[in-house]
């Protein structure tokens, strides 16, 4: 709740932060560590939850609701994590959400014939708002 948020690709920055998301190169969840971006990765929903059934590759948000998203909901909710309730609505909003996060972020098609995960937001249009155009002269993206 009272986190400071920083953005950085800098080592010597992201080994003093206690949770590091989608940089630093490591997955790493015993020392809060989420990014995909390592050859290596091949995590997916099934991979680290196995009663679940999706196999598209984790990006570093799915990391993150992988491992916090029932305790967030539970919470929010007020009910224990394994209530049906809080269970019915962290894999809808996996398959009807996070998914198409996780496949666009990992340049995953939807569909080759038919579609492998359902479209439903612009998300990633609306984040990619956030950088700076192509022909921008200032291509700093630590600039808000």
Known sequence: QDAEVIRTRDPQRLAQCDVVVDVGGEYDPK??????????????????????????????????????????????????????????????????????????????????GEPRYALSTTLSARVSYLNPRWNDPDQDTEVG
């Open 31 to 112: 020392r809060h560590r989420y990014d995909h971006h390592q050859r290596s990765f091949t995590q997916s929903m099934r991979s680290l939850r196995p009663d679940k059934p999706w196999s598209t590759k984790l990006s570093s948000a799915g990391l993150v609701y992988c491992h916090f998203g029932s305790e967030i909901l539970a919470g929010l909710l007020g009910q224990p994590e394994d209530s049906p309730v809080v269970t019915a609505l962290y894999d809808k909003l996996y398959e009807n959400f996070v998914e198409e996060v996780d496949a666009i972020d990992n340049g995953i098609a939807q569909a080759e």
